[in-house]
């Protein structure tokens, strides 16, 4: 993915550190701007990482100065019922170019560093609770960090494509082929459509997967029944572009979103659903955000919204769209937007 413009400010724990880092793209929504995590490594290290609770037990973790400004959203759900934290996502394995920066492992920072929002403790202490870790989708940006965790834990994935993130396609679909870094190596565990997520032991987690192809044919979501919190990786966020890499589909996003909202539309208290995103977008209402994003790419696939750029990427054209309140944007292959209106492309 690329990043766009935005920022975000990083308040510190303690008088060590009053730190203000200024990024070109991926910002917090401004909700967490002036509440961002202020935990201290016991090794008096920057940790790579911060985290803030956003419900009684899930945890929004952002890597908030890689090497690529991506700065993935992260999402850690603690049960300790199930002696389990189920993990959304690794980020990009705390690479950076801050000096600063000496904790760049998320699982060390999980195990280690003490957070406000968890009465001063660290979100899993000494590592004595179990991971399970689902990926919500198979994006550098968002695997990077996970053979710290595959040693001795779960990694599940959607099984909607299993051809897409075999061994074979996994290092080119996963971007790393693109950018010269080389591909985690870890086992991962397809799951079904609406796959309930359970212990080693069996009991429930609370989450439950979705399969919402569009973005990579590997998307899924994980939606939280009882917290109403609906999870959705990269199908959409607000303030920075949504980016299609080839394998994607607009129609198969188009129906993802109709699914998504679908889903929410069901639920006793709709519009308290929020939804947290994969990146910039966390703790929004969820059926305003899906309807609002599926307008918008409604007016890209019409032709109603205008082209902004059109450039080669990678030895694809694409294009870039963006509303002028700049709330939504997209980069895509020119191809699929042309392919979403029913024109074929050679």
């Known amino acids: 993915m690329c990043s766009s413009l935005g920022s975000v400010c990083i308040f510190l724990l303690g008088v060590l550190y009053v730190l203000f880092y200024l990024v070109a793209y991926r910002k917090p929504h ?3 701007t002036n509440d961002m995590e202020k935990g201290t490594s016991e090794k008096k290290e920057l940790p790579a990482f911060t985290a803030q609770r956003l419900t009684k037990t899930t945890f929004l973790i952002i890597e ?12 850690a759900k603690v049960v300790p019922s199930a002696n389990t934290i189920l993990i959304m996502d690794t980020g990009c394995g705390g690479a950076t170019n801050n000096p600063d920066i000496g904790l760049k492992s998320l699982r060390e920072f999980i195990e280690t560093v003490a957070i406000p929002d968890n009465n001063g403790k660290p979100l899993n202490e000494g590592g004595k609770m179990k991971y399970i870790v689902v990926e919500s989708h198979c994006h550098y940006d968002h695997i990077l960090g996970v053979e710290s965790f595959a040693t001795d834990s779960p990694i599940l994935g959607s099984s909607h494509s299993p051809t897409f993130v075999s061994p074979g396609n996994f290092p080119a679909n996963s971007e790393c082929n693109s950018l010269g870094i080389q591909a985690p190596v870890y086992t991962l565990t397809l799951v079904p459509h609406l796959h309930e997520i359970s212990s ?10 979705l399969h919402t192809p569009g973005h990579t044919p ?4 994980l939606w939280d029944a009882e917290e109403r919190m ?5 199908t959409l966020y607000e303030d920075d572009p949504i980016i299609f890499p ?4 607009l129609p198969d996003w188009f129906t993802t979103i109709d699914q998504l909202i679908e889903l929410v539309k069901a639920q006793p208290d709709a519009e308290k659903v929020m939804i947290n995103c994969g990146h910039a977008t966390t703790l929004r209402p969820a059926l305003e955000v899906l309807r609002t994003c599926r307008r918008f790419m409604e007016n890209v696939v019409s032709g109603k919204e205008v082209v902004k750029k059109r450039y080669l990427r990678r030895e694809t054209w694409c294009l870039q769209f963006q509303e002028d309140n700049g709330r939504f944007s997209l ?16």
Not at 64 to 75: A, L, S, V
Not at 218 to 221: K, N, P, T, V, Y
Not at 331 to 346: H, Q, R, Y
């Open 30 to 32: 401004s909700r967490l």
């Open 64 to 75: 908030w100065d890689d090497i690529f400004n991506e700065h993935p959203f992260i999402y």
């Open 200 to 209: 080693s032991a069996g009991v429930s987690l609370g989450m439950k997967v």
């Open 218 to 221: 590997d998307e899924l979501a």
């Open 230 to 234: 609906l999870y959705v990786g990269d």
């Open 246 to 249: 080839t394998g994607g589909s």
């Open 331 to 346: 980069i895509c292959p020119e191809k699929l937007v042309l392919d979403a209106k029913g024109v074929a492309v050679v």
